[in-house]
């Protein structure tokens, strides 16, 4: 292939391998005095407005996490595969964002413990997707092309996948994180990104500067334009003319996708880590590439804000506690901003309530429940459940009390246990007489206690 070909084909961004005859899988990926890229294809779509921008964008998302903080829910699931709100997956709110913004060319990227969030992916997503139309979702693991290793950050997981951008030719990636839980139209921050004529934009949401060291924080002129980008940073740069705030990275990215693989094959000659926030943006920050910070715009329309990172025990029960609210934060019920998720099949939920004439004890037993998400089949035989989370199939047992508590698929709580502050994975089975959530001393000799005190039983645990 001679450059002159590549110069008039707005569609040829990459040259092949073969073409770029390196001498290593590695320097394949690694040439970029070798590589010829189309002129200005970014240019050409913003003409033709944002529509075709659409069609000329891919998503990658980001769903490798091992998840080391939620463990024990993450023993047997990457942490995008855990369930949250009795009938989604973390995952789910990432993926909506995208369908619901008008982007359906996705690939998921996998590491650890990948098989339940690819069948996941396929009950619940596959059918949304038409082929005919171009549009599709891909599950996939580490193909080990270029390099041979796991991935080793963030960066490095969207090097090790430059084939599929060399098969598709995006014109531009959406890079995403599978385990934040926000409402977002990626569409308007392509359209941003576009106005700005952007190398890459990065979405921000406002801070407290008391905060600022906890994220990544880009520090903007008064156009928008990332003049610093900082990894938890000591002192953060404000948001300009709001001295109290800074910008703080939700790791959400646009990219025009010749400078991405420009950045990504720069990055892999060095030993860096590897990552965005620590590596790739600063370096193109202090490169001269064009970098803006787009302000986080929230579809979910409450009075704050909301976007949440679910990287520990606490940030995840907080999470569910909130959808149990009167008013929640996060509102699950918006038509105009559906949340997908997988249809399971079953019966509706059940409450009993027993008279004391049909009571084998003799006395009556009302089923109560407050401010509490029922999902499929649950069935609640004079129990009382508050301010809890059940998921599909729950049984709860005469007198059993549950409260502030979150029940993944198939939990049996048995008559007379008081289950609070917990979080049951899916299959546990709880004898007559069980208390959790009362004597924390008790409960670090048998559970996982986090430092705020909620106990977690892994997946399967039958107590005797």
Not at 243 to 272: A, E, H
Not at 409 to 423: F, K, P, T
Request: glycine content about 8%; charged content about 25%; aromatic content about 8%.
């Amino acid at each position: 292939m001679n450059s002159n070909s590549v110069e008039n084909d707005p569609g040829a961004i990459y040259a092949s391998p073969a073409d770029m005859a390196a001498p290593s899988p590695v320097d394949a990926y690694a040439r970029p005095d070798q590589i010829r890229f189309a002129p200005s294809i970014a240019r050409g779509i913003a003409a033709r407005g944002q529509g075709s921008a659409l069609q000329q964008t891919m998503v990658m998302l980001l769903a490798g996490g091992q998840g080391e903080r939620l463990y024990p829910l993450t023993r047997d699931r990457a942490k995008p595969a855990v369930p949250i709100g009795g009938v989604y997956r973390i995952i789910d709110f990432g993926l909506s964002n995208c369908i619901n913004s008008g982007m359906r060319r996705i690939l998921v990227l996998t590491q650890y413990k990948s098989f339940s969030l690819q069948r996941h992916i396929q009950d619940a997503w596959n059918p949304l997707f038409n082929p005919v139309f171009g549009e599709y979702i891909d599950v996939i693991p580490p193909q080990q092309r270029n390099v041979k290793r796991w991935y080793q950050g963030t960066a490095d997981a969207i090097f090790q996948n430059i084939y599929m951008l060399q098969q598709e030719r995006p014109a531009f990636v959406v890079i995403l994180s599978g385990d934040h839980i926000y409402k977002m139209d990626y569409a308007k921050m392509l359209d941003f990104h576009l106005a700005k004529g952007a190398d890459l934009t990065v979405s921000c949401t406002r801070v407290p500067l008391a905060e600022a060291s906890r994220f990544g924080i880009a520090g903007a002129d008064d156009s928008g334009r990332i003049v610093r980008f900082v990894e938890k940073p000591k002192d953060p740069p404000p948001i300009p003319h709001d001295p109290s705030y800074s910008y703080g990275s939700m790791g959400v990215y646009v990219f025009n996708t010749d400078v991405l693989v420009r950045r990504l094959i720069d990055d892999m000659k060095q030993d860096t880590e590897h990552d965005f926030g620590k590596n790739i943006i600063p370096d193109m920050v202090a490169g001269g590439d064009k970098v803006f910070a787009y302000p986080f715009v929230d579809e979910n329309k409450g009075p704050d804000v909301y976007w949440r990172d679910i990287g520990t025990i606490a940030s995840y029960y907080d999470a569910n506690m909130d959808l149990t609210q009167v008013k929640p934060q996060f509102n699950l019920y918006d038509d105009e901003w559906p949340i997908h998720r997988r249809n399971q099949p079953g019966p509706p939920a059940k409450t009993i309530s027993y008279t004391a004439e049909h009571s084998h004890t003799g006395s009556a037993r009302r089923a109560e429940i407050e401010d509490s998400l029922l999902a499929t089949g649950v069935i609640i035989s004079g129990a009382q459940v508050r301010g809890s989370v059940l998921s599909p199939r729950c049984f709860l047992h005469s007198r059993a009390q549950v409260e502030n508590s979150i029940l993944f698929d198939d939990v049996e709580i048995g008559r007379d246990c008081r289950i609070r502050n917990a979080i049951i994975d899916k299959h546990v089975k709880l004898p007559p007489g069980t208390i959790i959530g009362e004597d924390p001393e008790e409960d670090a000799r048998r559970f996982t206690v986090s430092a705020e005190g909620i106990v977690v039983l892994p997946s399967g645990l039958v107590l005797k």
